[in-house]
Protein backbone atom coordinates (compact mmCIF):
# COMPACT_ATOMS: atom_id res chain seq x y z
CA UNK A 1 0.00 0.00 0.00
CA UNK A 2 0.89 3.50 -0.29
CA UNK A 3 2.84 4.84 2.55
CA UNK A 4 4.11 8.37 3.61
CA UNK A 5 6.61 8.63 6.22
CA UNK A 6 6.77 12.18 8.28
CA UNK A 7 9.68 13.46 10.02
CA UNK A 8 11.01 14.20 13.10
CA UNK A 9 7.73 12.82 14.84
CA UNK A 10 8.68 14.52 17.79
CA UNK A 11 10.42 17.59 17.93
CA UNK A 12 11.11 20.43 21.00
CA UNK A 13 12.34 23.84 19.98
CA UNK A 14 13.18 27.03 21.91
CA UNK A 15 10.59 30.52 21.50
CA UNK A 16 11.90 32.27 18.38
CA UNK A 17 13.42 29.33 16.16
CA UNK A 18 11.89 27.41 13.17
CA UNK A 19 11.45 23.99 12.74
CA UNK A 20 10.89 22.02 9.65
CA UNK A 21 8.85 19.34 9.40
CA UNK A 22 9.45 16.52 6.25
CA UNK A 23 6.48 14.79 4.80
CA UNK A 24 7.49 12.31 2.11
CA UNK A 25 5.75 10.08 -0.28
CA UNK A 26 7.88 6.54 0.02
CA UNK A 27 6.64 3.90 -3.37
CA UNK A 28 4.08 6.24 -5.04
CA UNK A 29 4.41 10.07 -6.22
CA UNK A 30 1.97 12.99 -5.10
CA UNK A 31 0.90 16.18 -7.04
CA UNK A 32 -0.78 17.03 -3.84
CA UNK A 33 -0.02 17.10 -0.42
CA UNK A 34 -2.00 18.36 2.34
CA UNK A 35 -1.14 19.60 5.60
CA UNK A 36 -3.51 19.37 9.09
CA UNK A 37 -3.35 20.16 12.68
CA UNK A 38 -4.61 19.08 15.60
CA UNK A 39 -5.05 20.41 18.82
CA UNK A 40 -5.51 18.16 21.78
CA UNK A 41 -8.94 16.08 21.79
CA UNK A 42 -9.72 18.29 18.94
CA UNK A 43 -10.40 17.20 15.36
CA UNK A 44 -8.03 17.30 12.63
CA UNK A 45 -8.08 21.46 10.68
CA UNK A 46 -7.01 21.51 7.18
CA UNK A 47 -3.93 24.04 7.24
CA UNK A 48 -2.71 24.04 3.41
CA UNK A 49 -2.67 22.16 0.68
CA UNK A 50 0.68 22.19 -1.02
CA UNK A 51 1.52 21.10 -4.87
CA UNK A 52 4.19 20.03 -6.71
CA UNK A 53 6.00 23.18 -8.23
CA UNK A 54 3.31 26.13 -6.93
CA UNK A 55 2.42 27.60 -4.37
CA UNK A 56 0.84 26.50 -1.78
CA UNK A 57 -2.61 26.99 -1.36
CA UNK A 58 -3.52 28.23 2.88
CA UNK A 59 -6.90 27.64 4.24
CA UNK A 60 -8.44 30.82 5.75
CA UNK A 61 -6.93 32.30 8.81
CA UNK A 62 -3.97 30.14 8.47
CA UNK A 63 -0.51 32.46 8.35
CA UNK A 64 1.25 31.85 5.58
CA UNK A 65 4.63 33.49 6.71
CA UNK A 66 4.61 31.80 10.09
CA UNK A 67 3.72 28.17 8.27
CA UNK A 68 5.89 28.02 5.22
CA UNK A 69 5.04 25.47 3.01
CA UNK A 70 7.20 24.18 0.15
CA UNK A 71 6.41 21.19 -2.20
CA UNK A 72 9.44 20.71 -4.26
CA UNK A 73 9.76 17.01 -5.79
CA UNK A 74 6.23 14.69 -6.23
CA UNK A 75 7.39 12.85 -3.18
CA UNK A 76 8.25 15.45 -0.49
CA UNK A 77 6.63 18.46 1.21
CA UNK A 78 8.03 20.60 3.97
CA UNK A 79 6.36 22.62 6.76
CA UNK A 80 8.63 25.22 8.45
CA UNK A 81 7.24 26.78 11.14
CA UNK A 82 8.73 30.47 11.70
CA UNK A 83 9.24 31.84 14.72
CA UNK A 84 7.75 29.03 16.65
CA UNK A 85 5.68 29.90 19.78
CA UNK A 86 4.14 27.67 22.53
CA UNK A 87 1.07 28.77 21.12
CA UNK A 88 2.54 26.90 17.66
CA UNK A 89 2.69 23.73 19.78
CA UNK A 90 0.54 20.99 18.64
CA UNK A 91 0.17 17.28 16.57
CA UNK A 92 1.04 18.32 12.75
CA UNK A 93 0.03 15.55 9.99
CA UNK A 94 0.60 15.60 6.58
CA UNK A 95 -1.42 13.18 3.93
CA UNK A 96 -0.72 12.68 0.62
CA UNK A 97 -2.83 12.11 -2.87
CA UNK A 98 -1.62 9.31 -5.09
CA UNK A 99 -0.92 10.78 -8.45
CA UNK A 100 -4.37 10.23 -10.94
CA UNK A 101 -6.22 9.02 -8.38
CA UNK A 102 -8.08 11.75 -6.65
CA UNK A 103 -9.82 10.40 -4.15
CA UNK A 104 -7.78 9.14 -1.51
CA UNK A 105 -5.16 10.60 0.34
CA UNK A 106 -2.53 8.48 3.18
CA UNK A 107 -1.61 10.25 5.95
CA UNK A 108 1.71 10.30 7.43
CA UNK A 109 2.47 8.99 11.35
CA UNK A 110 2.33 12.67 12.43
CA UNK A 111 4.55 14.99 14.58
CA UNK A 112 4.29 16.24 17.99
CA UNK A 113 5.74 19.48 18.12
CA UNK A 114 6.43 21.34 21.58
CA UNK A 115 7.72 25.29 21.64
CA UNK A 116 9.37 25.93 25.03
CA UNK B 1 -20.82 24.74 3.39
CA UNK B 2 -19.17 20.89 3.37
CA UNK B 3 -19.56 19.71 6.85
CA UNK B 4 -19.55 16.39 8.54
CA UNK B 5 -20.71 15.81 12.26
CA UNK B 6 -20.36 13.31 14.35
CA UNK B 7 -22.76 13.31 17.20
CA UNK B 8 -21.13 11.49 19.99
CA UNK B 9 -18.31 12.86 21.36
CA UNK B 10 -17.21 9.69 23.82
CA UNK B 11 -18.65 6.26 23.92
CA UNK B 12 -18.25 3.50 26.30
CA UNK B 13 -18.80 -0.08 25.54
CA UNK B 14 -18.03 -3.20 26.94
CA UNK B 15 -16.20 -5.71 25.55
CA UNK B 16 -17.62 -8.07 23.20
CA UNK B 17 -20.54 -6.01 22.68
CA UNK B 18 -21.58 -4.29 19.57
CA UNK B 19 -20.70 -0.86 18.45
CA UNK B 20 -22.10 1.58 16.20
CA UNK B 21 -20.54 5.39 15.80
CA UNK B 22 -22.85 7.80 14.18
CA UNK B 23 -21.53 9.96 11.38
CA UNK B 24 -24.32 12.64 9.52
CA UNK B 25 -22.48 14.67 6.51
CA UNK B 26 -23.56 17.70 3.97
CA UNK B 27 -22.42 17.73 1.18
CA UNK B 28 -23.71 18.90 -2.15
CA UNK B 29 -22.42 16.79 -4.71
CA UNK B 30 -21.84 12.56 -4.45
CA UNK B 31 -19.78 12.30 -1.38
CA UNK B 32 -16.44 10.27 -1.10
CA UNK B 33 -16.89 8.92 2.96
CA UNK B 34 -14.10 7.57 4.33
CA UNK B 35 -13.78 6.03 8.58
CA UNK B 36 -9.98 6.51 10.15
CA UNK B 37 -8.59 5.32 13.72
CA UNK B 38 -5.87 7.06 15.32
CA UNK B 39 -4.51 5.84 18.74
CA UNK B 40 -2.84 8.59 21.11
CA UNK B 41 0.04 10.16 19.75
CA UNK B 42 -0.35 8.58 16.07
CA UNK B 43 -1.30 9.38 12.80
CA UNK B 44 -4.76 8.43 11.07
CA UNK B 45 -5.03 4.67 10.03
CA UNK B 46 -8.04 3.94 7.36
CA UNK B 47 -10.72 1.84 8.37
CA UNK B 48 -12.96 1.70 5.29
CA UNK B 49 -14.00 3.95 2.59
CA UNK B 50 -16.61 4.88 0.10
CA UNK B 51 -16.69 6.47 -3.10
CA UNK B 52 -19.63 4.44 -5.39
CA UNK B 53 -21.49 1.24 -5.58
CA UNK B 54 -22.54 -0.81 -2.94
CA UNK B 55 -23.49 1.19 -0.04
CA UNK B 56 -22.37 -1.37 2.42
CA UNK B 57 -18.88 -1.38 3.04
CA UNK B 58 -16.73 -3.20 4.51
CA UNK B 59 -13.22 -2.51 6.37
CA UNK B 60 -10.47 -3.74 8.12
CA UNK B 61 -10.14 -4.57 11.67
CA UNK B 62 -14.01 -6.18 11.35
CA UNK B 63 -15.60 -2.84 10.74
CA UNK B 64 -18.36 -2.08 8.34
CA UNK B 65 -20.23 1.30 7.50
CA UNK B 66 -23.36 2.02 5.40
CA UNK B 67 -23.69 4.90 3.03
CA UNK B 68 -27.65 6.60 3.64
CA UNK B 69 -28.24 9.03 1.20
CA UNK B 70 -31.61 9.90 2.35
CA UNK B 71 -29.96 10.41 5.86
CA UNK B 72 -26.78 11.88 4.69
CA UNK B 73 -25.03 9.11 7.24
CA UNK B 74 -22.36 7.11 7.05
CA UNK B 75 -22.46 5.28 10.61
CA UNK B 76 -19.57 3.01 11.29
CA UNK B 77 -20.50 -0.36 12.96
CA UNK B 78 -18.47 -3.76 14.42
CA UNK B 79 -20.44 -6.78 15.71
CA UNK B 80 -18.19 -7.52 18.68
CA UNK B 81 -15.61 -4.86 20.02
CA UNK B 82 -12.28 -5.86 21.09
CA UNK B 83 -10.15 -4.19 24.14
CA UNK B 84 -8.30 -3.24 21.31
CA UNK B 85 -10.62 -0.80 19.16
CA UNK B 86 -10.29 1.74 22.27
CA UNK B 87 -9.26 4.64 19.99
CA UNK B 88 -10.49 7.88 18.33
CA UNK B 89 -12.93 7.81 15.21
CA UNK B 90 -12.92 10.77 12.72
CA UNK B 91 -15.40 10.19 9.64
CA UNK B 92 -14.50 12.33 6.95
CA UNK B 93 -15.94 13.64 3.51
CA UNK B 94 -13.70 13.97 0.45
CA UNK B 95 -14.23 17.12 -1.44
CA UNK B 96 -13.65 15.35 -5.13
CA UNK B 97 -12.22 18.37 -6.94
CA UNK B 98 -9.56 19.18 -4.41
CA UNK B 99 -8.92 16.19 -2.65
CA UNK B 100 -9.36 18.04 0.80
CA UNK B 101 -11.00 16.06 3.67
CA UNK B 102 -13.37 17.65 5.96
CA UNK B 103 -13.50 16.29 9.71
CA UNK B 104 -15.81 15.17 12.30
CA UNK B 105 -14.95 16.13 15.91
CA UNK B 106 -13.87 12.77 16.18
CA UNK B 107 -15.78 9.96 18.65
CA UNK B 108 -13.31 8.74 21.60
CA UNK B 109 -14.38 4.98 21.90
CA UNK B 110 -13.60 3.58 25.36
CA UNK B 111 -13.52 -0.71 25.83
CA UNK B 112 -15.03 -1.72 29.61
CA UNK B 113 -13.86 -5.31 30.03
Known amino acids: ?116 | AQSVTQPDIHITVSEGASLELRCNYSYGATPYLFWYVQSPGQGLQLLLKYFSGDTLVQGIKGFEAEFKRSQSSFNLRKPSVHWSDAAEYFCAVGLSNTGKLIFGQGTTLQVKP
Request: proline content about 3%.
Open chain 1, 1 to 116: GAVVSQHPSRVICKSGTSVKIECRSLDFQATTMFWYRQFPKKSLMLMATSNEGSKATYEQGVEKDKFLINHASLTLSTLTVTSAHPEDSSFYICSARVRLKNTEAFFGQGTRLTVV
